[in-house]
């Protein structure tokens, strides 16, 4: 069957809807790249980065992960990564009996370090257990990192966040798909300032 113009019509919205979104995250160039500093200086310094989210971010947040751990470019280093989503035994049991809403800021008080990233994904943000695991992260000292949808919810309200970011659209479609451009823009931003010698002190600003 032949496409009408309100087939090509369609296409254009859809493709339209995610214009502007994109275009909001490039325009933050500069507070994504003093993020990527700071995490590339918390690797350099024998960190590491958990990430952590719920339903579709959960699959991101082991992702991100493994992009770290075992990048998929060869010559790229592998930096230090876990996912709290991935230990299902850890996950359940923490959550039949503290409840879902402590799930990773449990797991964050007995496995993270000061010296350590915190990014939670949340796609409207206002999912309470990454909240709940972001203040536990700020608490401990960790580097913290947002990264949301929507409006940015209760999360990026979240007072002490070093860095939120936000996909700014209600199609939780569009927010996921500029998640994941946004975390594989951190992988590579974090190997460009790996890849440039002495600019990892701490104090230095690209």
């Known amino acids: 069957m032949p496409w009408s113009s309100d087939d090509a019509d369609a296409v254009e919205k859809i493709f339209a809807r995610r214009e502007a979104p994109v275009a909001d995250l490039a325009a933050r160039a500069d507070e994504v790249a003093r993020l990527c500093h700071a995490m590339a200086v918390r ?27 075992h990048p998929v470019i060869v010559g790229k280093r592998a930096l230090p990564a876990i996912s709290l989503t991935a230990d299902i035994a850890t996950l359940t049991n923490i959550a039949s009996r503290a409840g879902l809403a402590e799930v990773f800021a449990h797991q964050i008080r007995f496995l993270a370090e000061p010296a350590d990233i915190a990014l939670g994904i949340s796609t409207d943000g206002d999912c309470e257990n990454v909240l709940r695991g972001l203040a536990a992260a700020r608490d401990l000292g960790m580097l913290t990192a947002a990264l949301l949808g929507g409006t940015g919810g209760r999360i990026a309200d979240l007072p002490g966040l070093d860095h939120v970011l936000v996909a700014k659209s209600a199609d939780p479609l569009v927010v996921k798909e500029i998640h994941v451009t946004t975390y ?9 300032f790996f890849e440039q010698p002495g600019i990892l002190t701490p104090g230095v600003a690209s």
């Open 43 to 69: 690797f350099h310094s024998g960190g590491k980065l958990v990430v952590f989210g719920n339903g579709g971010p959960s699959t991101d947040a082991q992702h991100v992960a493994v992009e770290f751990v």
């Open 184 to 192: 594989h823009v951190l992988w590579e931003l974090v190997h460009v």
